[in-house]
């Protein structure tokens, strides 16, 4: 049976618990009975709470995850995690949640090796670490209904589809990826089954490092490209 909030109401033992996937809501006494598994992401909100204490506005139905994925750290960007992308409160993070209508998020924290900078190497680089952090991942999700997004930027293109090469070897669907100035993009390949959103700030020179004798910015399997040349320029 499914009432408040589209969720199923389990009637088992006389318990009366609303079946949110991650955790199960007692509406008699208005509390959960376990604390949001994504809290430790959230140190600023109280793990008790559901979409962030703002439900008239934010969406947390059923676990869906974006997984942002960091660039090479150094330069600009000397650290990884919600860090590399402003906060995990950024306009840009709240952005990408809007657009996904989606509020649950990860962020990955890994140091690249630029003697590992090869697409094909970096690409397994991020085979290895959905494996090593596969629970993590899929905390509070159901494979059955539940969906990944993936935004990466930079070396992190090739890592993230290699976490999504492994996703999918679970059973996981991931139905978006979007690709910011990627490292070496015309030896990227996206997965078969997942739109790929190729978008580029064109007067990056640290991405043209790594263009083609030909300057093509593009990953030749995209679903759809953006391309803006940024009016604060690059130094």
Not at 56 to 80: A, E, M, T, W
Not at 85 to 106: E, I, L
Request: glycine residues 12%.
């Amino acid at each position: 049976m499914r009432k408040y909030n589209g969720k199923e109401l389990d009637r088992k033992n006389g318990l009366d618990w609303y079946d949110y996937g991650a955790r199960m809501y007692d509406a008699a006494l208005g509390r959960w009975h376990a604390v949001d598994p994504m809290s430790e992401k959230y140190y600023s909100i109280s793990s008790y709470v559901y979409g962030l204490n703002t439900p008239h506005n934010c969406i947390d139905p059923d676990g869906q995850k974006i997984i942002f994925v960091n660039g090479y750290l150094g330069f600009g960007s000397p650290r990884g995690g919600g860090t590399y992308w402003g906060g995990v409160n950024s306009s840009f993070v709240k952005g990408a949640k809007n657009f996904f209508n989606d509020q649950s998020a990860y962020f990955t924290d890994f140091d690249f090796n630029y003697l590992r900078s090869s697409t094909f190497l970096r690409n397994l680089d991020g085979y290895a670490y959905a494996k090593e952090n596969y629970k993590q991942l899929i905390m509070g999700m159901n494979p059955q209904e539940d969906v990944f997004r993936i935004i990466s930027h930079s070396m992190g293109g090739a890592f993230s589809e290699g976490i999504i090469r492994y996703l999918k070897e679970q059973g996981w669907n991931v139905d978006f990826s979007i690709h910011l100035n990627t490292w070496l993009p015309s030896e990227l390949m996206g997965s078969v089954g997942t739109f790929l959103i190729d978008a580029t700030i064109t007067n990056d020179w640290v991405q043209g490092l790594s263009l083609p004798i030909d300057g093509s910015r593009d990953i030749p399997n995209a679903n759809y490209k953006i391309r803006k040349k940024s009016n604060e320029g690059y130094q």
